[in-house]
């Protein structure tokens, strides 16, 4: 299986490394995944609202 590879900040890193420990999760890549399938959902969750709200716009039943 093919395992991407992402380069970030070594002081980031270690500030991934503490918050991953403090919230007890078993390695910083746990936690560094966990982050950011949060970050995504939320992402979709606010595209999918816009695209609500303007297709309720469109319908003339919100201004």
Request: hydrophobic share 40%; charged share 30%; no cysteine.
């Amino acid at each position: 299986m093919f395992e991407p590879k992402v380069k970030i900040d070594r002081a980031l890193y270690q500030t991934l490394t503490k918050a991953s420990q403090i919230a007890g999760y078993s390695s910083v890549d746990e936690f560094i995944v966990h982050v950011l399938e949060k970050a995504a959902a939320e992402v979709e969750q606010a595209q999918s609202e816009d695209e609500v709200r303007k297709r309720l716009q469109g319908l003339g039943y919100i201004e």
